[in-house]
């Protein structure tokens, strides 16, 4: 038979022969192949730049695209390399019978053909059918319409072919160079061969324990400021290195230990456990490693999902209270005309109300100093806001009935409370009669801590003035009449009721305050939607690594376990040929599975726990400060997620039973 004719069929038999590894592999890359082209067709589709407020959406997804990347080329590779790995055999009995290494070069080109193929069809085939209801997933998560016709666009297919032709180009080298490089003895014999101990186990025992405590500290000293996010990455590389060092010198620490305790050693299932892993230490290392990573990836990406998810309501609300904010000058409408025409438009539009809020406000940028308010520094991110209220507009909005004295304030905090008892501002010091609890514009979180805000409440319109004037002339403003009547008069407004209406009244009141002269307005429900739409393509995003990430889990973990059935298949016919009963080999199974299971499983939420001090950080520093929620979350997608990688594991186990059997 002619050799062009020959080979793809030895590469189409070699494949369907290993069916154990290769069935796994293609599904995986399928996966993959849909995942992209899923993120593809919805940035390439034009509705997603003509949808309102979908453009936070599809940066988000831009994002997620080239971090998908990131993840799937290392994964993807990884994965091939267990393949030619796993046919070493195959091919050195192919050089021996007399195949040249150029055959066994195009035998392998064909394989990678027809393994593009197949990925490439069956991702694209899974996107076309799942796409439209995934981007309509995406549309309910990001709030905008979804009687939408979905399109698909000729530049999805192709970077979806690009891609994968480039990982698959990538796969074929590194197969070809490890072939070429090999003699037909050592790929024959190649994985029969037991690996050495690491030379500088004690190093990467300290360097894991280096890598791995910077990495917790990192996360648990972390602030909630401008570094958030490089500390984030920082702490990741950090675990992630740790992880690798501890795993390859841990692991082989403590079968040398478990080796030199005689009366664990010497026992039948625990001699055959030890002896196989000490054979294969480091390649188990790499593969603990890996599991206990991946795991830790799935767990927290849940979290800060689900967290996302659950808190996306509350998170818009502390934002933006009201649901429409307009700002006029000193000089504009009084506050009874305000509160009338708020009434006149709801009554008109069939609406409802729930608060009415008019007050006059001074806002200044200030430093803090102890408890000395002081001019505004150079580098922004050093002032504060500090807001000033009249004490009878403070009544008003939180229907109190406080008094002050001459030279008495309100002091509140939108972080935590300061527990100052005098307040310096521009040099003039003002007596604290209390640091309130709440103002509503303002909400309070203690973990707010980045772009913190203050108010103050003065006795009347004079004290007010007084404190105009004191930081005029601490800064250097010569109009000070002029600087004095540059205070805004707000009307908050918060309605209830379906969102159409609620848009209606907002749309009639913004119409009346132009012709009013506004100086400025917020349109709390279009803002929500915004921010809706921008952790709305977040939450996507999470979704989609989330299966990704448990996909890598578990394919590790079955190639693990295929991987170490076929090395251990020659052992147990050995033992068994020497007395070792069916029960004794199930047993020894069980106990090494039960050994692997719990190191990366207890690493992976040891991890996670510790990561948790920066995951909250990360999101107060999104505005959602809810760390009860943080915590219940954690908790149960830790139970849920042990769950099922129990049942993952034992799962991929049964195989192994299978090959050794």
Not at 182 to 203: F, I, Q, T
Not at 391 to 397: A, F, K, M, S, V
Not at 548 to 555: A, G, K, S, T
Not at 605 to 633: E, I, K, P, R, Y
Request: proline letters at 2%.
């Amino acid at each position: 038979m002619n050799k062009w004719k020959l080979l793809p069929r030895m590469a189409a038999k070699g494949m369907s022969q290993n069916g154990t590894v290769y069935y796994p592999y293609l599904m995986a890359g399928i996966f993959s192949a849909f995942t992209w082209f899923v993120f593809s067709s919805i940035l390439c589709n034009d509705l997603m730049m003509k949808l309102p407020r979908s453009g936070y959406a599809w940066m988000m997804l831009s994002i997620g695209r080239g971090l998908l990347g990131l993840i799937l080329i290392p994964f993807l590779f990884y994965t091939n390399s267990f393949l030619v790995k796993r046919r070493a055999k195959e091919i050195g009995l192919y050089s021996i019978l007399g195949l040249e290494k150029r055959h066994i070069g195009i035998m392998l080109i064909c394989e990678s053909l027809m393994t593009y193929g197949i990925v490439i069809a069956g991702g694209i085939l899974l996107g076309v059918v799942l796409s439209k209801l995934l981007f309509l997933l995406l549309l309910k998560l990001i709030s905008v319409p979804m009687d939408i016709e979905f399109v698909f666009t000729w530049k999805a297919f192709k970077d979806t072919l690009i891609f994968f032709a480039v990982v698959y180009t990538i796969n074929l080298l590194n197969g070809l160079i490890q072939v070429g490089k090999s003699k037909p003895v050592e790929l024959l014999h190649g994985s029969k061969k037991g690996e050495k101990e690491p030379k500088m186990a004690g190093v990467y025992a300290v360097l894991g324990v280096i890598f791995l405590a910077a990495g917790y500290a990192t996360s648990i000293r972390s602030q909630i400021d401008s570094n958030i996010f490089v500390d984030f990455f920082l702490a990741v590389f950090l675990v992630i290195m740790g992880t690798y060092f501890l795993f390859t010198s841990g692991s082989i620490m403590i079968l040398k230990l478990l080796k030199k305790n005689r009366k664990f050693y010497y026992q039948r299932e625990n001699f055959v456990t030890v002896s196989g892993m000490m054979y294969r230490m480091k390649k188990n290392a790499a593969g603990l490693s890996n599991i206990c990573i991946f795991s830790t990836m799935v767990v927290i990406t849940l979290i800060c999902t689900v967290v996302l998810y659950l808190g996306l309501d509350e998170l818009t609300h502390f934002v933006y209270p009201y649901d429409v904010l307009i700002s006029f000058g000193a000089k504009g409408p009084a506050r009874e005309q305000m509160e009338d025409k708020v009434w006149e438009v709801v009554n008109g539009q069939g609406g409802e109300v729930s608060r009415v809020d008019v007050y006059d406000i001074r806002s200044f940028s200030c430093s803090l100093n102890d408890s000395r308010f002081e001019s505004p520094q150079s580098n922004f991110m050093d002032n504060y806001n500090v807001r000033f209220l009249v004490l009878e507009d403070y009544n008003r909005i939180e229907g109190k009935k406080q008094t002050l004295e001459d030279g008495q304030i309100l002091f509140y905090s939108e972080g935590k409370d300061t527990g100052f008892d005098t307040l310096e501002f521009m040099g003039k010091t003002l007596e604290i009669k209390e640091e309130v609890k709440n103002i509503f514009p303002y909400p309070k979180a203690e973990k707010n801590t980045f772009g913190t805000g203050y108010a103050v409440v003065v006795r009347d319109k004079e004290a007010l003035a007084q404190c105009t004037r004191a930081y005029a002339a601490q800064n250097g403003i010569t109009d000070v009449e002029g600087f004095l009547e540059s205070s805004y008069r707000d009307l908050g407004v918060v309605l209830e009721g379906e969102e159409q209406v609620k848009e209606r009244i907002i749309n009639e009141l913004l119409t009346w305050s132009r012709a009013q002269g506004e100086e400025s307005h917020r349109d709390g429900l279009a803002l929500r939607a915004d921010l809706r739409s921008m952790y709305g393509g977040l939450l996507f995003i999470g979704i989609l690594f989330g299966l990704i990430f448990f996909m890598c889990l578990l394919l590790i973990m079955y190639y693990k376990q295929i991987s170490e059935g076929y090395e251990d298949r020659g052992s147990f016919a050995i033992m068994q040929k020497v007395g070792m009963s069916d029960k004794e080999i199930r047993s020894t199974v069980r106990r090494q599975i039960l050994l692997v299971f719990f190191m990366p499983l207890a690493g992976a939420l040891l991890h996670t726990f510790a990561g948790m001090f920066m995951v909250d950080n990360l999101m107060a520093a999104l505005q959602l400060f809810d760390s009860h929620l943080m915590v219940v979350s954690t908790i149960m997608i830790s139970l849920v997620f042990i769950l099922i990688y129990g049942i993952s594991y034992l799962t991929t186990a049964k195989t192994y039973y299978r090959i050794i059997s």
